[in-house]
């Protein structure tokens, strides 16, 4: 099969979607991408996270495809399990599997570091190995960077008071602090950056606050959380999960501190300073780090076209220059909350692409934001914040059904439906 025919485009950079007629959105040019068929095409998928795992998952099922996945890490963990790990709700070693295991035997994976990304040579660089493609499927998920905020990292290895939780390792020596935490102030901060899984942040203050009732030592804590904005979730379809989780911090005296952009870290004194002049104290601190699109994309790349994450149409999540080029999960530069449901959603999308390019059809706009995030208020209890670029769409219930759900259900979905390539509810 001979690569995509590209034909001249003025993409819409504005974000805004083309005309659409019927329930499936066709896309009329310049999405529509002709194919000459003559061999097995190479889809080369670079990242084995979530999104990229279904993916390659999806696409073998549906394509006579040469399907390879390049990733630097061996091991795919579970990562909606890093807030619930310390406080003995999951365990990290349950919720990691070898990559390896979770593809079908006819996708190829390779352990490789991505070096550089060359669109018009369809080429990916990396440190052992050049691959070639007819089709791109970027899903290497965000970079996390505690070092870009002075003194985070000194904190983490020089104390035992700091805690960039978004790392697994922090997430399991946490465990032990907070189990030795008598008192004081527990801070929790988000960077000025996207994150993924914006409410994890959330859900670690509301847990940590249960945990210290219990434990009998809530009357000599404070439980702090900031964040660079105005508000502790957010408006529009997330209006109104922000309006409940309101009413449960101030019933459970939970602090937020808006408009706190960190700045650095003073680990000695145990202070941490934002770009405002202000600075909070803490005994206890887990920090959201920062988190940035990866060098190679950025740097070595022109598929972010400036920015930091993988210039795609909202709907089609096709690169908005080069028509073989797709995203998936964190690293697409689309609207929405970063999270694995968004990753399942979007999946589904591009495999539908991918297909109809090969065959020479129209490409569909069919993903339209969704996402899912669920809220642990406290052991037992939680609910679904579930929307789209639009509107919410389940309600603000707190149910112990919507608890068991995350943590008994959707895990086991994750591993042995989801990842397997298969969604009965696409």
Known sequence: MGPPTREPSTPWHDGESPATTDARR????????????????NVLILGGGAGGTMTANVLRRRLDANI??????????????????????????????????????????????????D???????????????????????NSLRPDR???????????????????????????DAVDDFEGGTFLV??????????????????????????????????????KPGPHVFGT?????YQERIEKIWAERDITFVPNFTLDSVDYEAGIVHSEEGDELEYDLYAPVPPQHGHE???????????????????????????????????????????????ARKQTHVVADNIERSIAGRDLVADYDGYTACPILVEKGKAMIAEFDYESPISAPIVSRLNWILDINVIPSLYWNVWMRGYDPVP
């Open 26 to 41: 066709p896309i009329t040019p310049p999405y529509s991408i002709t194919m000459t068929t003559t061999t097995r095409p």
């Open 236 to 240: 529009g379809p997330k209006a109104p």
């Open 68 to 117: 390879t996945v390049v990733d630097r890490d061996t091991t795919h963990r579970y990562q909606p399990s890093y807030y619930l790990i310390p406080f003995g709700y999951m365990d990290l070693a349950d919720h990691q599997r070898a990559e390896r295991s979770l593809l079908h035997d006819e996708v190829r994976f390779v352990e490789d570091t991505v070096e550089a990304i």
């Open 149 to 175: 905020v002075d003194g985070m990292v000194e904190g983490w290895e020089r104390t035992d008071s700091v805690f960039p939780f978004y790392h697994a390792a922090a997430a399991e020596a946490l465990g």
């Open 296 to 342: 190679f994309l950025v740097e070595r790349s022109p598929l972010t076209n400036g920015g930091e994450y993988v210039d795609v149409d909202d709907h089609t999540l096709q690169h908005r220059t080069f028509d073989d080029v797709f995203a998936v999960g964190d690293c697409a530069d689309v609207p929405t909350s970063r999270t694995a449901s968004a």
């Open 119 to 141: 669109p018009d040579d369809r080429t990916v660089v990396g440190e052992d190995e050049t691959y070639e493609y007819d089709y791109l499927v970027v899903s290497v998920g």
């Open 189 to 226: 901060t988000v960077p000025d950056t996207p994150i993924k899984c914006g409410g994890a942040p959330l859900k670690l203050a509301m847990l940590m606050e249960e945990y210290l009732r219990k434990r009998g030592v809530r009357e000599d804590a404070e439980v702090v959380m900031t």
